[in-house]
Structure formats: C-alpha cells, structure tokens
C-alpha cells in the first residue's frame, strides 16, 4: 500500500504505517487519567501526536526517539493538525524505508566532503591548516559531520544537512574573499567550516531529529568554540610548535559571533571583518535556503503569497516573475540584420565606452 506522507494528510485520514515518535511525554488530564503526548514525523512533515487513556506500561515501551507502526486519526485541532494514536507497537526491521522517514540531502555526500577537503587543503597558514587538519583526521567527527542536519526545523534539516550548509559557505566564501583584498581568507574559510561544527554533537538524528541532553545544556555555539582549544592541543603536537594565542582566540570569536546578534542567541557580536564576512556568509546560505523552501521548494501550498514567516518578519512572494526563455547554452536569436561598425567605432578617440546597441542607437534623445 502507497505510504501517506503527513505533508498530504487532511482532518479525517487514517494512519497505518510506520512513522518517527519524538519528544515523548507522559500526561495526566485533570481526572488524572493518563496520556502521551508527543511528536510523529516523516520525511514530509511533524504533527503533534496524542494517545488517550494511556498508561505508564505503555510509555515505558515506547522509545523516546525512535520508529513505531502506529494506527491513528488525523484530526484539526485549534486549525492545526494532530495525529491521535489508536494503537502503537514495534516497527519491524525490513518493513519501512527510512528514506521515507528521515528527510536526506539531495547532493552526493562523498563528493561534497572532497570537495570540503580541497577548500580547506587551499589554506596557507600553516597554523590555521595544522588546526584545521586536526578536525579532518577526527574519523567519527568527521562521520557525524557528514550525517548531521544543520538545524531542527529551520533550513538544511535533512541528514547531510550541516555538511551541504557548510560547503555551500565554503564555496560563497572562497569566492567572495577575492573582492576584499584586506580580508584574510584563511580565517574566514576556517571561521565556516567551524562555525556550526558542534552540531554534529548538539543534535540528534539517529532515528529522529531532536536535541540531546548537552546541546539543551550547552549548545553548539559554545561548544564549537570549545573545541577549538581541543584540536589546538592535537596541532601544536603535528607541528611541534605552539598555535599563537591570538589565533585561537580569533577564531573562537568567530564561532561565538556568527549567529551575529544577541537576540538570536549569539554570545558576543562580530567584531573582526572575518567575523562579520561568516556571519552575513553563513546567514544569507541559511535565509536563503528557508525562503526558496517555503517559496519555490517541492509541494508548497498554492497561491502568490507564503504564511507569515518568523524568519523574515512577514510572508513572502512566491512566483518566479522571470523564468529563462532559453537555456543559458544557447545563443539568443538575432533580431534583424547584424549592425556594421564603423573604423572609428572599433577604436574610440577617447577612454570613454562607446554604446553601439542599435536599441540605443536608434533612440531618439530625451528631453530633460
């Protein structure tokens, strides 16, 4: 039987199928009955879940992030939609795909993660790329590096989520730092590739996608500027030298710094042109990402205009106004016969360009 994804799902529908249960809660309603509350996702979307008359055994049973074969009723609840199971039970190994449970980036991992190696193996600096290399020789970092989404909810959260983020970063770094002469492209590529690193330690996405006990504690902002003094021990031992100070120091600033204000839970503002390059870097890859998604992205709901989005204070625009008339590899046809220039036209007197678009040409002089 065809999966129902929870992203189609309308008031009224039947659930039979095995689904991701999160955030599980045991309740009790004010006759002191019992009940479960808690999430159920797919790779389409999270509702909020209830079992009612539920007991401890029940809850006992369940994992707290993990898969189930559920039954239940999709209802409207105050105009959002929540699942209320039936029954719940083991899912059996063999009959789901957990591709249609767990939202999985598009993009070919293994390249993605050379082509993160090749970036960060441009480095120069041979104290940022000993520092750099010490997180590159950390196999299980770099494992969960290449699984981890980059966020819960709000962009890149699928699996392979953090490590597609980070190299879209990388590559708009690499080619915007070329247009800033002063800015020092080793600590802003550095700054990228570390700046949502923890992560892969914060969040949890075995099963489910949450947060585990220390990223609630902790958070991956500190905790990647953590990190930082860490993987400085282990380079000072590759290169048998000392990482300076105020490079570690630099650097951490950048982690610290990137969610860029403090009402966005950013522990200090940026205060280098490196820290303000990731932060408006990482930041646009982030906006951009969550308003193509909600605008242009797969199955989003019809009409001109999205809900209102937090993100942006307000909703968004939806329609592509400018579609291209021809792929990019072929030449625009020619509109009546080529122009013919003159001698004089080929070589200018003066420094000036000179405009020959027969458009132009051809028009005449406005008064001003």
């Not at 809850?59 to 189930?68: K, M, Q, R, S």
């Amino acid at each position: 039987m065809r999966r129902l994804f929870l992203k189609s799902c309308e008031p009224g529908d039947i659930l039979d199928d095995v689904y991701v249960l999160s955030n599980k809660q045991l309740s009790a309603t004010a006759n002191g009955k019992h009940f479960i509350k808690g999430f159920i996702s797919d790779r389409t979307a999270q509702l909020t879940a209830r079992m009612w008359n539920a007991t401890r055994e029940i809850f006992n049973y369940l994992p707290d992030n993990g898969f189930v074969k559920i039954r239940a009723r999709v209802e409207n609840y105050q105009n959002n939609l929540q699942v209320i199971i039936e029954s719940v039970g083991p899912a059996i190994e063999g009959s789901y795909d957990i591709a249609d449970l767990l939202p999985t980036t598009e993009k070919d991992i293994p390249q993605m993660l050379a082509k993160v190696d090749e970036l960060l193996g441009s480095v120069q600096n041979r104290h940022v790329a000993a520092l750099l290399q010490a997180y590159l020789d950390d196999k299980e970092l770099m494992g969960n590096f290449a699984r981890a989404p980059a966020a819960m909810s709000f962009h890149h959260a699928y699996i392979g989520g953090l490590l597609e983020h980070t190299l879209n970063a990388l590559e708009v770094a690499d080619a915007v730092v070329k247009f800033y002469p002063g800015l020092n492209r080793d600590l802003v590529l550095a700054g990228v590739f570390l700046h949502d690193i923890a992560k892969t330690w914060e969040l949890s996405y075995v099963t489910a996608f949450g947060y585990t006990d220390g990223g609630q504690l902790v958070g991956h902002i500190v905790k990647s500027a953590m990190w930082v003094e860490e993987k400085a021990k282990a380079a000072e031992v590759t290169l048998g030298e000392t990482i300076p100070r105020n490079l570690i120091d630099v650097l951490q600033h950048i982690i610290l710094s990137h969610h860029g204000e403090y009402e966005f839970g950013s522990p200090r503002l940026p205060s280098t042109p490196e820290a303000i390059a990731v932060h408006m870097i990482e930041n646009m890859d982030a906006k951009l990402m969550m308003s193509l998604g909600v605008t242009r992205g797969e199955g989003v709901s019809e009409g001109n205009w999205t809900e209102y989005q937090k993100a942006f204070n307000g909703k968004l625009y939806r329609p592509d106004v400018a579609p291209a008339d021809a792929p990019l590899t072929e030449a625009l046809p020619i509109v009546g016969p080529a122009p013919t220039r003159s001698p004089a036209a080929e070589t200018p007197a003066s420094g000036n360009v000179q405009i020959s678009n027969p458009l132009f040409a051809a028009s005449a002089p406005r008064n001003k």
